[in-house]
């Protein structure tokens, strides 16, 4: 069963925790991406990664980690210092060249703050 | 101004009738375009990417991409109560690798 899957799909965090979410894709795709989903609003990008042991900012990063240690996995830490983290994480992964490389979202984690 | 503006709805439609959502975007090396569907409380899903200037059909659906005036659009005909959903716009600019910006939604509601 071929896919994107991100676990758990609720997350609680306490006052200064480090929590991380969890991405696996078997689709064979180079790139992944996190991106965070606040109420009523678009998404914007956390972190994204083209190759294993590589991975870029994106416009959000402040509070944020990421490891990008095999193809299939691209885990997103929110730590401590990210003081509004209550949002929906969103995790793609892309295939495509030459401009053409299109995103597919995994199920998404929601993160709330006890 | 927002990089990817969209009208954030919500727009009401009857069923059966055409739906039309509109995107702007301001950055004049944008290559990719693409038109997610989300439904409340789940992940984007594709519905149509364009690359070049023009209409581009996929069954209900039609993207039309005008890069002079720097817009895209959706259409959705006939439309189903099950096509109410928040549609989003994502651009890639073409020297910013596979990084997509999304707009912030249009909300589309179809009225049996």
């Known amino acids: 069963d071929g896919g994107i899957t991100q676990s758990p799909k609720y997350l609680f965090r306490k006052e200064g925790q480090n929590v991380t979410l969890s991405c696996e894709q078997n689709?064979?795709?180079?790139?992944m991406y996190w991106y965070r989903q606040d109420p009523g609003q678009g998404l914007r990008l956390i972190y994204y990664?083209?190759?294993?042991?590589?991975?870029q900012k994106g416009d959000i990063a402040e509070g944020y980690s990421v490891s990008r240690e095999k193809k299939e996995s691209f885990p997103l830490t929110v730590t401590s210092a990210q003081k509004n983290p209550t949002a929906f994480y969103l995790c793609?992964?892309?295939?495509?060249?030459?401009?053409?490389?299109?995103?597919?979202f995994g199920p998404g984690t929601r993160l709330l703050v006890l | 101004q927002k990089e990817v503006e969209q009208n954030s709805g919500p727009l009401s439609v009857p069923e059966g009738a055409i739906a039309s959502l509109n995107c702007t975007y301001s950055?004049?090396?944008?290559?990719?375009f693409f038109w997610y569907r989300q439904y409340s409380g789940k992940s984007p899903e594709l519905i149509m990417s364009?690359?070049?200037?023009g209409d581009k059909e996929d069954g209900r659906f039609t993207a039309q991409l005008n890069k002079a005036s720097q817009y895209v659009s959706l259409l959705i005909r006939d439309s189903q109560p099950s096509d109410s959903a928040t549609y989003l716009c994502?651009?890639?600019?073409?020297?910013?690798?596979?990084?997509?910006?999304f707009g912030g939604g249009t909300r589309v509601l179809v009225k049996p």
């Open positions: 793609a992964s892309s295939i495509g060249s030459g401009g053409q490389e299109t995103q597919y």
């Open positions: 689709l064979n795709h180079d790139a």
């Open positions: 990664s083209q190759i294993v042991n590589d991975f």
């Open positions: 950055d004049r090396g944008s290559q990719s």
């Open positions: 364009i690359y070049s200037n």
């Open positions: 994502a651009v890639r600019v073409g020297a910013a690798g596979n990084k997509l910006t």
